[in-house]
C-alpha cells in the first residue's frame, strides 16, 4: 500500500538546477530514513544522499556542497535540491525509505519509487 513517487525531474543545461520531490503515501506510521539514489545509463544504482527522521544528512562526495537532501515529516516528503548540474549527474533518480505502516502490519520495509529522469546537457 505504501507507494513512493518522486517528480520534478527534467532536461537542464549544465551548471542549472532542479529540485526533486518524493512524496510517500499509504497507512504510513513512520518514515525513519529516506534517500535518494540514482542510476546512470550503463551503470549501477548508487546512493546520492540519505536523511533521517531527525534532519541528519549524508552525501555522495561528488554531490557535496551541490546538492542538498531535506525532508518534510509532516507531509511524507524528501526533496532534493540539486544545483550546479554537471552531465555527470544525468541519471535516473530514485526515491527509497524505510517505512512502517500499517499495511506492513507494522513493521519496517523499505520501498522504492519508480524512477524520474534527471538530464543534463553540456
Known amino acids: 500500500q505504501v507507494r513512493l513517487v518522486e517528480s520534478g525531474g527534467g532536461l537542464v543545461q549544465a551548471g542549472e538546477s532542479l529540485r526533486l520531490s518524493c512524496v510517500a503515501s499509504g497507512s504510513i506510521l513512520s518514515i525513519n530514513i529516506m534517500g535518494w539514489y540514482r542510476q546512470g545509463p550503463g551503470k549501477v544504482r548508487v546512493l546520492v544522499a540519505t536523511?533521517?527522521?531527525?534532519?541528519?544528512?549524508n552525501y555522495e562526495d561528488s554531490v557535496k556542497g551541490r546538492f542538498t537532501i531535506s525532508r518534510d515529516n509532516a507531509k511524507n516528503t524528501v526533496y532534493l535540491q540539486m544545483n550546479s548540474l554537471k552531465p555527470e549527474d544525468t541519471a535516473v533518480y530514485y526515491c527509497n525509505a524505510d517505512v512502517r505502516s500499517y499495511s506492513s502490519t507494522y513493521r519496517v520495509v523499505n520501498y522504492w519509487g519508480q524512477g524520474t529522469q534527471v538530464t543534463v546537457s553540456s
Open positions: 536523511i533521517t527522521s531527525g534532519g541528519n544528512t
